[in-house]
């Protein structure tokens, strides 16, 4: 059985996108923040502009912290008739080779359609590009019921 995982070179532009979503939340609360409480502002509610930036930075941090757990933990092990994709806190999805009826690649990878459903599985491009080439050819030759 082969086992694929993420690739660690992606993850700074996860990282990046992730940083840059808390910042921009936080310019919008505290923007809202002004505009409800402008004459409060500058009286006793000011004390709460760092409360609103400290709690934005523990969710970004929390954010991070999760992203890089799933990142580090995610596995595709792929056999020759199951592919089984796992990642910490959560069941082991086992999809079979008799089971898939199809693919689809989208701009965030590869989608398995399967007898139950047709959107089973997403197959992330993060993968390395050699990894995903080859597990790409894998899942096509199973949706065409190739031996």
Do not use: H
């Not at 965030?108 to 959107?119: C, W």
């Amino acid at each position: 059985m082969k086992s694929f995982r993420l690739d660690p070179d992606n993850f700074p532009r996860i990282r990046r996108n992730i940083i840059l979503t808390y910042i921009i939340l936080a310019l919008v609360a505290l923007v809202i923040f002004y505009l409800y409480l402008q004459e409060a502002l500058f009286n006793q509610a000011w004390i709460l502009v760092p409360f609103v930036l400290l709690v934005f930075t523990a969710a970004g941090w929390y954010a991070l912290q999760q992203r890089r757990k799933y990142w580090e933990g995610y596995e595709l092990r792929l056999g020759d008739k199951i592919l089984i994709r796992a990642f910490p806190n959560n069941p082991d999805m086992k999809i079979k080779r008799t089971d898939v009826t199809g693919i689809k690649e989208v701009r965030q990878g590869l989608i398995l359609a399967t007898r139950a459903s047709e959107n089973a599985l997403l197959i992330p491009k993060e993968l390395s590009d050699q990894d995903y080439q080859q597990i790409k050819g894998v899942m096509e030759m199973w949706a065409s019921k190739e031996i």
